[in-house]
């Protein structure tokens, strides 16, 4: 409450204090005279732009300070400024309300920003194998091999791939099966229902 009511009162202070020497600077040249009690409303205005400006301090000083640290940080870290982190949260959300296509968007975005984000490669090609969507899968798989640096992760990674493989060409078997009535609708070979699995809740070979 105080960090919302102080910037206010300080700005309120500081617009009067600018009417004030605006007041009394137009009445200093709207006279002629030059002697000194003519000059005064002048040095009481200068007075109250000093305390004007002084009660916006702390904005001015951050406005005025964004240039300068828009520079040192394309200095120094270019290409991180607006970056957004990896947010799984919302991909959580996504699969909840059976929205998995925005999902596999999601941790596509999330692998732009993020190529060596491990956990998104193995939920990523997991729910595009799931969707079907065996080009996507391809696409963070190679991505994956490209950017994972340690050899545990590469190796987890295909496995992961080939196990979400297997489940798409059971579930394939499957769907073919059922459609020459080999299988009742509803059964699943081996036990493979082929529902999105939930993503993976822990990464233990994920890299530091």
Request: hydrophobic share 40%; glycine share 8%; proline share 8%.
């Amino acid at each position: 409450m105080r960090q919302t009511i102080f910037p206010i009162i300080r700005w309120v202070a500081a617009i009067g204090f600018l009417c004030g020497a605006y007041i009394l600077g137009s009445r200093v040249t709207a006279h002629e005279d030059t002697n000194f009690l003519a000059v005064m409303p002048l040095l009481y205005s200068i007075g109250l732009l000093i305390l004007g400006v002084l009660c916006m301090g702390p904005e001015l000083m951050h406005w005025g300070s964004i240039p300068i640290r828009m520079v040192f940080e394309n200095m120094y870290n270019p290409g991180e400024r607006g970056v957004p982190p990896p947010d799984y949260n919302i991909i959580r959300l996504y699969i909840e309300q059976e929205r998995y296509e925005e999902a596999l968007e999601q941790y596509q975005q999330i692998l732009h920003y993020h190529p060596d984000e491990f956990l998104a490669y193995v939920e990523g090609i997991q729910l595009a194998f799931e969707l079907d969507e065996r080009e996507v899968a391809d696409k963070l798989y190679q991505k994956g091999l490209g950017h994972l640096t340690t050899p545990e992760t590469v190796e987890h990674l295909k496995r992961v791939y080939a196990e979400a493989e297997l489940r798409a060409q059971e579930a394939a078997q499957e769907e073919i099966a059922q459609e020459e009535g080999v299988l009742p609708e509803g059964e699943a070979a081996d036990g493979y229902a082929g529902e999105v699995p939930p993503p993976a809740e822990s990464d233990p070979e994920r890299p530091a």
